[in-house]
């Protein structure tokens, strides 16, 4: 599985063997490196989203307020 070119063989991380060779890297993902950034990107969303709703919540109450006002 040549992927990039053929001075480049990314077979060994795109498709591990159970045992690696000497001088050869090993790709493993434990659940922990998977569950964090995920986790951490959820929050963040659901952070924004509702600082989002609290300034547009603010912000449409003092215009509504001030619908009637003169000035």
Excluded: N
């Excluded at 040549?2 to 498709?15: C, F, K, M, Q």
């Excluded at 050869?24 to 569950?35: C, K, N």
């Excluded at 952070?47 to 449409?60: D, E, I, K, L, Y």
């Amino acid at each position: 599985m040549r992927l990039l070119s053929p001075g480049i063989d990314l077979t060994t991380l795109a498709v591990p063997a159970t045992t690696s060779p000497a001088g050869r890297a090993e790709l493993s993902a434990d659940p922990w490196s998977l569950a964090v950034p995920a986790v951490a990107v959820l929050v963040l969303a659901v952070g924004v989203a509702a600082v989002q709703a609290w300034w547009s919540g603010r912000r449409g109450a003092v215009a509504e307020l001030r619908a009637g006002d003169a000035r």
